[in-house]
């Protein structure tokens, strides 16, 4: 074989990722070769053609992990964040988190926060985004967080407000932080522990509605809570009382006791 490297190729198709076109030409023995309008010196079209091959190689494997993320997804109960630290066992988290936001890109997930995808409800009408109530259940499992609602909320549960959070809020054992529930945005505040030491119970409704209300207005809620209490739920109150403000402790010996 004499002269410049020999090289003969059939007509090909080669995909150029970046300019998203097809070119189309034939590689032959002459000092140069033009594809697409291109022209290439044998080194660089071989290159080229070393590199295309290396995208598509990329593409498939992208794809077969966001197939595998699905099959994860679709395992995982209605509303369940998907985290990217739990998918590191399929790739890089540099490779997870790309996967992952190139199917929120697509519709196939929501990205609720840092982090954190979840899959869209199926329903008649087209996909929606997971309830508020539902993503946080979901969360709290997942990542071994107490969190419940903000004490706005539990006083207007209780009857003690007429007031209806107009943002959903919750206090978590966790950092503070916003999930992006579609349309809606729910945040989450980092709380002390006295707040959560009873989570969803009745009593821990309580706790949350009395520091809500503040030591002013406080005690005008206690005759309602007399009322609505059992005996269970008051020994709650008055087991924990220790790990409250002074002013709290106080307003709930009053309240249980007289």
Same mark, same amino acid.
Request: proline share 5%; glycine share 10%; charged share 20%.
């Given at each position: ?16 990722a ?5 070119? $189309? ?13 291109y ?5 660089r079209?071989?290159? &080229?053609?070393?590199?295309?091959? &290396? *995208? ?10 966001? =197939?595998? *993320? ?7 109960? =209605?509303? %369940?964040?998907? %985290? ?24 196939? /997930?929501?990205? %609720?926060g840092?982090g *954190? &995808?979840?899959r869209?409800v199926?329903?008649r009408?087209?996909?929606?985004s997971?309830s508020? =109530?539902?993503? *946080? ?8 967080e107490?969190? $419940? ?6 006083a207007n549960?209780?009857? /003690?407000?007429?007031q209806?959070?107009?943002?959903? $809020? ?12 579609g349309?809606?945005?729910? =945040? ?7 707040? /959560? ?13 009395l ?15 007399r ?8 020994t709650?109150?008055?087991?924990a ?6 002013w709290?402790?106080?307003? $709930? ?6």
């Amino acid at each position: 074989m004499s002269g410049p490297l020999a090289l003969r190729w059939a007509t090909s198709s080669i995909l150029d990722a970046d300019m998203g076109v097809s070119l $189309v030409g034939r590689l032959t023995n002459e000092s140069t070769s033009t594809v697409g309008g291109y022209q290439f010196g044998h080194d660089r079209t071989v290159e &080229y053609c070393q590199k295309s091959a &290396y *995208i598509s190689d990329k593409g498939a494997i992208m794809e077969r992990m966001a =197939e595998s *993320i699905m099959n994860v997804a679709t395992t995982l109960p =209605e509303g %369940a964040p998907l %985290a990217a630290k739990g998918l590191l066992h399929l790739g890089s988290r540099a490779a997870v988190d790309q996967t992952l936001s190139r199917l929120a890109a697509r519709g196939e /997930l929501i990205r %609720a926060g840092r982090g *954190i &995808y979840m899959r869209p409800v199926q329903t008649r009408f087209g996909p929606r985004s997971p309830s508020a =109530e539902q993503a *946080i259940e979901a969360l709290a499992a997942q990542r071994g967080e107490t969190i $419940v609602p903000n004490g706005a909320a539990a006083a207007n549960s209780l009857g /003690l407000t007429t007031q209806v959070p107009v943002k959903s $809020v919750y206090l978590t054992s966790g950092r503070s932080r916003v999930l992006n529930l579609g349309q809606q945005a729910v =945040e989450l505040r980092h709380a002390p522990r006295w707040q /959560l030491a009873l989570g969803n119970k009745t009593s821990g409704q309580v706790v949350r509605a009395l520091a809500w209300l503040g030591p002013d207005e406080a005690p005008k809620a206690l005759q309602i809570l007399r009322a609505k209490l059992t005996d269970t739920a008051k020994t709650e109150l008055v087991s924990a009382a220790p790990q409250f403000p002074t002013w709290l402790a106080r307003l $709930v010996g009053t309240m249980v006791h007289g």
